[in-house]
């Protein structure tokens, strides 16, 4: 495996809705190559989209009733605080509704369909480019029992979202117990280390990945636990 | 930021109870830079902490009692899995044990105080090398709600386990919402896709990072959770 390299990609101007990202990480990003996956945060993709709502700018809980909205089921409230699971499948704070890095008086909702998003990016990338890469969507997650946030993926294309290491044996000739590893949200935390909060920078390269992970592959297929399965829901 | 580069330090033997592990690192990594972070994988911590129990090798459920003792709280249980928490305050499957990667009839409990063990091989490394680096030890953890694994930190050195944006403002010049980035997680994660998991590989220096993460830190006191303000326990 050796080694990786995970660069930021800076030069991407603001976007506005019914920009063409893939254009945009086009023109900012001049070296890219096959097997590259590329990591584009989901506040880009959903403003792209157009997945911006007018709130309130004087009310700081005028997004509320969007987190009721966007919500299949509610897990958790304490004061302010709601963890639910969206359409997507995904648990998170606030069904994901973000208020920083968008316009005072917006709230950016997650994509309808990020697979579907990076899916798009990557397909207008070939056709520009002539690159075959992956693409991950990646938005920032609260855990459970662990402090701080950690940035996941919540769509992908190009990348199996699941590496599954079933059957293999480890070093010592024995079945690894160990069997399947969510490379993408892996690769969307070591994103995050180069982008950085309070900068524009929205978009990352990760290079050096094995190149066996790059096939078909979605987020919510793959990593979304089935409720009926999940110890914590 | 820019970028940075995640390397696997290959060569490093099979680790055996009281090894030296800031040693075999030295041999193992001959370029080591000041705030260069090196990621060390729990089972060769401890493997050289004497960790490994013996265990019946025949009998697939023997290390259930140890994962009994291990615990100081059971939190679910659904057939052979056991979610519990660790004295360190970890919430984890079957305690942090592993049976993989270590001999057959043994199995590796966690380290005692793995910040204390991360702090042991950078004070080493420093007297030794004459670098000031940070040490993170990671270990592979499970999530609710998201399928796959991911390798997370259970105990660092120099630096800090949580990079605090609390009051920094985004790119538009409002207060950030999100404040607390687990960033040894994502560091963990990041060392992780050049391991591979059938392979010896066991330690990885992350370069690149941003100089102002690095300080005393420690995951425990930083990352584990409060109980009592935990929504899922």
Known sequence: MGSLAV????????????ADLADLISDAAPDLRDHDCLVVTQKVVSKAEGRLVEIDPD????????VEQESVRILRR????????????????????????????????????????ARGIR?????RRGVDLAV?????????????????????AG???????RGTQDALGREL?????????EIAAAADLVMGKSTNTA??????????????????????RDPAEDLFR
Chains 1, 2 share one sequence.
Not at 7 to 18: C, K, Q, R, T
Not at 136 to 145: A, C
């Open 78 to 117: 304490r004061g302010e605080l709601i963890i639910s699971q969206t359409s997507h499948g995904f648990v998170c704070a606030n069904a994901g509704i973000d208020l920083s890095n968008v316009g005072r008086g917006q709230a950016a909702l997650l994509p309808i369909d990020s697979d579907r998003s």
């Open 7 to 18: 660069i930021a990609v800076d030069g991407i101007p603001e976007v506005v809705p019914g």
């Open 136 to 156: 991950i969507v990646s938005d920032t997650f609260g855990r459970p029992w662990r402090r701080g946030v950690t940035d996941v993926a919540i769509g992908c």
């Open 203 to 224: 978009v990352a390269i990760v290079r050096g990945l094995n190149p066996d992970w790059f096939r078909r592959g979605n987020v919510v297929g793959e990593i979304v």
């Open 123 to 127: 397909d207008r990338l070939k056709a």
């Open 159 to 165: 990348i199996g979202a699941i590496a599954d290491l």
């Open 177 to 185: 117990q160990v069997t399947e590893v969510a490379i993408v949200d």
């Open 59 to 66: 009310d700081p809980l005028s997004h509320k009733p969007l």
